[in-house]
């Protein structure tokens, strides 16, 4: 996969920022020939406030009665969650001095009104995260088109985007053999495939419709900039708005909604948030890997973010963490990852005891 250069991007503020991996297959399949439709900007939001079909709209809905609730924007801080925060803030401070650059953190008790956020404003790459509303639109169209769900792709194996994974999983796309596009999606989400996106990516050229992507984003109130820019476009908060339309099915059919997270929930994925949580206790996740390097190509830093929902028994809550760290192991980050995912389940225990 060859690298997407971002001069307009520094690192310190003084590196050139050079991301490899996801990205340059939104470079060259989706961005070709695409047109983006940008939204609206939406006016300010107060810090917990409905996102309704008309706050994204250009145009008349043609509703008189009703006004579609897409999401909640914002969480409520509430004061049960703060001995929770004030851990986390901590862990993630005492990392400071061990490689750890940043991190933002997201967590909302799904059942119950609050949860907190940490460094909101905070940025990010994607990367793989990119997948969910990949996936989320191939549903999309699925319910006005279903044959494109079983339309067969060959992977040629002429190109292997997995090559440059360092999360890797063992089981890959064999060469020269056809695959549904539902089969496609799954590889792409639980074995985190690139290989498999690649393949999606072009059929939505090749079957008109790739403005679908960006409107997965335009729909859920996200700046459609994130569908097709390979750098740091977005906040754990906004992301989680994919998650939370998936449970809540605000966005799909109920039962395209459960079947997408179904195959977050068998991701191959076992680092992170599933490592921060007893055996046993479901995950639906997905996690994003982004390489930093400089104008040698020596990598400097690394983004690892992991984003789910665990369903802990009762009441299960969302959490989304993405981080930032120097050097080139990102075990050190799967480490934090974990670590804020196992405060966070033994805070959750203590409220509810």
Known sequence: MKKVALPDTKLNGKQKLIIVAFGSFVVGALVSGMIVFFALTPAALSKVTALRESSLSKTNLGYKFIDPLIGIKGVDDAQQYSSMKDAVQTYIDS??????VRASVDFRDINRPGGFVINPKELYTPASLNKVPLMMTYYKISESDPAILTRLI???????????????SSIQLVPGKQYTVEELIEHMIRFSDNNAVQLLAQNLTDTNNIDAYVATFNDLGIDPSVAVQYKDTITVSDYSIFLRALYNATYLSRSDSERALQLLSESDFTEGIDSGVPNGVVVAQKFGEVRLVDNNNTTVGKEIHNCGIVYYPAHPYLLCIMTEGTGDDIKGLETNIAEISRIIYKQVQTLDS
């Open 95 to 100: 990392q400071k001095k061990n490689g750890l």
């Open 154 to 168: 060959t992977y040629k194996g002429t190109m292997d985007t997995d090559s440059v994974e360092e999360i890797k």
